[in-house]
Structures are given as structure tokens and as C-alpha cells.
């Protein structure tokens, strides 16, 4: 069975430009989740999406979103980027929320 | 906010011993719990995980203590291999309608040959 994958792996953006990332779940599963992971704040959680509605959010600013489509394929969007969302992207999914989530290999964005 | 720590960033062990990384939580309302292995350049691997009505689960190598009365998890592991080097982190949860899991700081743990 495939894992989750996650593209692209490697981002670099300018501050102020948006960004989309992209997650493919395991196939089955209908929750998708994100984190965020950096060396000073370790991992937080962004939101996670459930049958296309989003049913958990973190303590994450607006410019942070995103969606989950039919296929339960996601993507998050951060607009207008700051140096300090510079970071490893994580997706992980399951069939039901937190339980026995599998994560994919995240997105590095550097925002410079 | 709540928290989840861990006692120590580092643990360096010898090939073929047993390793225990420690993690603290403030939570009182955490009733799940789980250990991720993140490897270089890889996402969290779900190791083993554990519910508050309980104290103790076992897995392949891998045991999780819950002490609930000071709000303490560890992750032993039997028969350290080098393959096992990795961050090790703990996370949390608490029932409710907001289910979300909170990530300790992880713990560095480095097998010497």
C-alpha cells in the first residue's frame, strides 16, 4: 500500500509571495492533518480535514489554510509568507482523526 | 497553554542495551497518548500508543509506561539496534470535540556501536 506523499518536497519562496502544498493520503483514508515543524517550536498541529470539512484547527494565523477535496487529497495555503514560516510541512493521515496517523516525508519550505 | 516536555534532549547508548526516553505532560485531561520515531529527512513513524485506563503496553522491542499520579510516559526500548537512532517524540491528546495532539520537544537518541 502507498504511503502518504507529500509534493513538493523542496520549496524556497520570497517573503510576502503565497504558497500551495499538496497531500496525498494513504488510499482509504479520509482524515488528512498538518503540522508544522521547526527546530524552536517542534510540532504543532495546523488543522485537520475530514470528508472535505475541516474539523480541527490549531492556534495558527489566517494566512494559513486549507482544503480537502473528494478524493481526499489536500492542500494548504499560506499566503503572504513571513521568514518565520520557514519550515517542514507535514501531512499525516488515518481513517479516523489522531488514531494511527501515518505522516509523509513533508515539504521544506524556506522562505527567504 | 498545556504542555508536553521531555526530560532530556540527548541519549547516547550502547549497541545490544536498553534505552528509556522519558517525557513529562501537565495535562490532566490527556487520556491518549503516543510515541513517534522520526528518522533524518523522513516524517513520524507511529511506534506505540497508549490510553489513560491504562499503565503499561507492550510492543515488538517497545514498552510504554503511563504513570498518571505525576503525569509521566516513557518509551523503552529492548535490545537498542543502530537503526533505532532517531528523535523520539510523545504526544498527547485529550477527549472532546477539539481532538488534537500536542508533540513534546523530542529526544535525540544515538546507538554507539
Known amino acids: 500500500k502507498a504511503g502518504v506523499t507529500q509534493t513538493p518536497r523542496y520549496l524556497i519562496k520570497t517573503r510576502g509571495q503565497q504558497v500551495t502544498l499538496s497531500c496525498s493520503p494513504i488510499s482509504g483514508h479520509r482524515s488528512v492533518s498538518w503540522y508544522q515543524q521547526t527546530p524552536g517550536q517542534g510540532l504543532q498541529f495546523l488543522f485537520e480535514y475530514f470528508s472535505e470539512t475541516q474539523r480541527n484547527k490549531g492556534n495558527f494565523p489566517g494566512r494559513f489554510s486549507g482544503r480537502q477535496f473528494s478524493n481526499s487529497r489536500s492542500e494548504m495555503n499560506v499566503s503572504t509568507l513571513e521568514l518565520g514560516d520557514s519550515a517542514l510541512y507535514l501531512c499525516?493521515?488515518?481513517?479516523?482523526?489522531?488514531?494511527?496517523?501515518?505522516f509523509g516525508p513533508g515539504t521544506r519550505l524556506t522562505v527567504t | 497553554g498545556e504542555s508536553v516536555g521531555l526530560h532530556l534532549p540527548t541519549l547516547s547508548v550502547q549497541e545490544g542495551d536498553n534505552s528509556i526516553i522519558n517525557c513529562a505532560y501537565s495535562?490532566?485531561?490527556?487520556?491518549?497518548f503516543i510515541w513517534y520515531k522520526q528518522e533524518s529527512g523522513k516524517g513520524p513513524q507511529f511506534i506505540i500508543d497508549i490510553r489513560s485506563n491504562m499503565d503499561k503496553r507492550q510492543g515488538q522491542r517497545v514498552t510504554v509506561l503511563l504513570n498518571k499520579t505525576v503525569k509521566h510516559l516513557s518509551l523503552q526500548i529492548a535490545a537498542t539496534q543502530p537503526g533505532d537512532s532517531a528523535v523520539y517524540f510523545c504526544a498527547e491528546t485529550s477527549s472532546g470535540s477539539a481532538r488534537q495532539l500536542t508533540f513534546g520537544s523530542g529526544t535525540q537518541l544515538t546507538v554507539l556501536p
Open positions: 499525516a493521515s488515518s481513517f479516523y482523526g489522531i488514531y494511527e496517523q501515518y
Open positions: 495535562n490532566s485531561a490527556s487520556d491518549y
